[in-house]
């Protein structure tokens, strides 16, 4: 076994042992039942959820109130309302569905912008071209989404884009301590270097225009994976026609195989 991976599976077993020590030493919260008009939403805006079976659909609703009962949505020159909360929690959930008791360590509050935003912040002017980020040094712990494209993703049924969903998944690939496209704590270390090739195998077909992956997929590895995770939550069976083996090593790492159902889940 060669060094990297030696550091891959250390990397991912001390993740492991933070997550555990930091869920027990939690204090308990309040979680409420998911409001009667927030399930209407969730049936007509999120196909993920459509195609959960009745008790899976009760977990995914207790997980999406469990995560709105620890992460503060502020609305920030715009007002933040159920909608948005349903929409952004849905997201939360969809990536981390396959992992029981899996939680976001590395997240307290979201800021929802109105529209995009610089990558100094500012809603005015001409260089606004952030719709999503996972904050850093003062703004770690922090996520800013932008409402429009929050919405957009779940209004429009055909597109393979989800800005949320790209947010949280920086997010999952963060928790081993580098935003690098191989979260290690999904990823079990047989499918690590079949990974890296597959992403690097389809930022060249990218780059080349012989795809039909988002191209700031090519920006970098990290970005790859978030965009990849975007097309496969958002249109699985497209993904799994277009790029079979890509879909593939994305069910094995999100323990989900969606195009039928979304698949079982495994203990985190």
């Not at 007509?44 to 609703?61: N, Q, T």
């Not at 976001?104 to 260089?127: A, K, R, V």
């Not at 393979?160 to 290690?184: C, M, Q, R, W, Y």
């Not at 090739?197 to 994976?225: C, H, K, V, W």
């Amino acid at each position: 076994m060669n060094l990297f991976l030696i550091l891959l599976i250390i990397a991912a077993a001390l993740v492991l042992l933070v997550n555990l020590l930091l869920h027990y030493l939690r204090k308990p919260v309040d979680v409420q039942p998911l409001p009667q008009e927030w399930r209407k939403l969730l049936e007509k805006d999120v196909p993920f959820y459509i195609k959960l079976d009745a008790g899976k659909r009760k977990l995914f609703e207790e997980r999406m109130m469990h995560f709105l009962a620890t992460t503060r949505i502020t609305g920030v020159n715009t007002e933040a309302d159920d909608t948005d909360r349903v929409y952004i929690a849905a997201s939360a959930i969809i990536p981390i569905f396959g992992f029981n008791n899996w939680e976001y360590i590395n997240l307290t509050e979201i800021l929802l912008y109105p529209n995009s935003f610089s990558h100094d912040f500012d809603q005015t002017g001409d260089e606004r071209s952030v719709l999503g980020m996972v904050g850093d040094g003062a703004l770690n712990n922090t996520m800013i989404l932008s409402r429009h494209e929050v919405r957009q993703a779940f209004l429009n049924k055909t597109s393979k884009s989800n800005t949320a969903i790209h947010e949280f998944v920086h997010l999952v690939d963060k928790t081993d301590g580098a935003v690098d496209g191989v979260p290690e704590f999904f990823l079990d270390k047989e499918y690590v270097l079949p990974w890296l090739r597959q992403m690097q195998e389809n930022i060249q077909q990218i780059l080349r225009n012989r795809s039909d992956i988002n191209p700031y997929g090519a920006t970098n590895e990290a970005e790859f994976l978030a965009v990849a995770a975007e097309y496969f939550f958002e249109r699985p069976d497209l993904l799994q026609s277009k790029h079979p083996e890509l879909y593939a090593l994305l069910s094995t790492m999100f323990r989900q195989n969606i195009t039928g159902s979304a698949s079982t889940s495994r203990k985190a």
